[in-house]
């Protein structure tokens, strides 16, 4: 013998478990007539549709009665998604953790860079023109402006060179160029 509930027991996303629903029209719901739908662009996939109301907290929701074929894939295609997903945030810390790594190296080797620099200009700061293998032409024109020492010449600009001529600047940049120098401001 039936006994009569007032509906049929469906599960209520409100109430979170297993209650008696009465079903509803869908336009109550403020959704188009019809219980029967599918996807125009994914035609094996159809579904009934209701509207329902649970009769213990009266919330209204719809639900859709589908191929179980259907569910089972959509299991896995979640399940592939949380692995997406697990995999991508774990990529982005370790990427994140990377590029702080490459920050920090870029930084040393700023600082190292700079040491050598620093160390290879303070080696030739207090040497003598010719050791850097200029000309005799290029020390004696670069010795009458007062520039004696390398030191001297790395603390002079390009324009303040071309005074002793273009060929005297276009030799002392190659030199200096060799032994890692430059002029001011260049």
């Known amino acids: 013998m039936r006994v ?20 509803v029209p ?13 996807r125009e662009d994914h035609k094996d996939i159809q ?5 329902r109301r649970c009769v213990a907290c009266r919330k209204q929701f719809i639900t859709a009665e ?12 979640r399940n592939a998604l949380a692995n ?3 995999n991508a945030e774990e990529y982005v ?14 930084k040393s080797l700023s600082v190292l860079r700079a040491l050598n620099v620093y160390e290879e200009a303070d080696f030739w700061s207090f040497r003598l023109l010719a050791e850097l293998g200029l000309s005799v032409r290029a020390v004696n024109c670069l010795e009458s402006e007062g520039i004696i020492l390398v030191g ?3 603390k002079r600009t390009a324009d303040e060179l071309l005074e002793v001529g273009e060929t005297v600047l276009h030799e002392v940049r190659e030199k200096l160029a060799k032994v890692g120098l430059r002029l001011w401001e260049e």
């Open 152 to 154: 001297d010449l790395c």
């Open 66 to 77: 589908v191929d179980e074929g259907f569910l089972g894939e959509l299991v896995e295609l």
């Open 47 to 51: 579904w009934f549709r209701r509207g």
């Open 26 to 38: 869908t336009t109550e719901l403020g959704k188009p007539s019809g219980q029967r739908w599918r």
């Open 84 to 86: 997406i997903k697990a």
């Open 4 to 23: 009569a509930q007032g509906g049929t027991q469906v599960f209520c996303p409100y109430c979170s478990a297993v209650k008696v629903c009465q079903a």
């Open 93 to 106: 810390k370790e990427s994140t953790a990377a590029s702080a790594a490459l920050d920090r190296l870029t």
